[in-house]
T-cell receptor, first 116, second 114 residues
């Protein structure tokens, strides 16, 4: 069974500083990893995904994520945070096995607060 | 506009009174799924559907039912709601189940069961 951990409930960062949101995962087979963002009173929006290939994945709004197989991590990063990046961020994993194709496991979420 | 719609957006009901939350997508997506969001627990998958007439349990299916009679609709049914089903519910869809496409989420339904 797959699982996802986001070790930080909240990340505080000043505008213009680098932003990192951590995610670690556990799967039996190959991991398929996603990041989603939820702005206040809104549904979730897709940011980026890792399926295979280059370990550094680039996504929407200037975000990127680095897949590290040895550390089973998929941390989300942004070189220079904006106040508008303040939101709730979710990491998610799918396990590509026959009996779990449809299952998607989300982490508990990390609240990002960017101060001016 | 490509979207996932949910109705109602807000619902207050009482224990035991059957209710249905509708979900519809206009993107011809094969895969649809229901989640509930609770503070500190993130999103937990309730049921998902790989295609018409194909549904399966997620992590928290107890107390819920679903059906997928047509591609665009995936209603969530609570036959006898209880207070522990008070939550924020999201419907999502993606192009195919047997691939790794991102999911598109609806705006959410906030349910309160008294």
């Amino acid at each position: 069974a797959q699982s996802v951990a986001q070790p930080e409930d909240q990340v505080n960062v000043a505008e213009g500083n680098p932003l990192t949101v951590k995610c670690t995962y556990s799967v039996s087979g190959n991991p398929y990893l996603f990041w989603y963002v939820q702005y206040p009173n809104r549904g979730l929006q897709f940011l980026l995904k890792y399926i295979t290939g280059d370990n550094l994945v680039k996504g929407s709004y200037g975000f990127e994520a680095e897949f590290n197989k040895s550390q089973t991590s998929f941390h989300l990063k942004k070189p220079s945070a904006l106040v508008s990046d303040s939101a709730l961020y979710f990491c998610a994993v799918r396990e590509g096995t026959t009996d779990s194709w449809g299952k998607l496991q989300f982490g508990a979420g990390t609240q990002v607060v960017v101060t001016p | 506009e490509a979207q996932v719609t949910q109705n109602p957006r807000y619902l207050i009901t009482v224990t035991g009174k059957k209710l249905t939350v509708t979900c519809s997508q206009n993107m011809n997506h094969e895969y649809m799924s229901w989640y509930r969001q609770d503070p500190g627990l993130g999103l937990r998958q309730i049921y998902y559907s790989m295609n018409v007439e194909v549904t399966d349990k997620g992590d928290v299916p107890e107390g819920y039912k679903v059906s997928r009679k047509e591609k665009r609709n995936f209603p969530l049914i609570l036959e006898s709601p209880s207070p522990n089903q008070t939550s924020l519910y999201f419907c999502a869809s993606s192009l195919g189940g047997y691939d790794y496409n991102e999911q598109f989420f609806g705006p959410g339904t906030r349910l309160t069961v008294l």
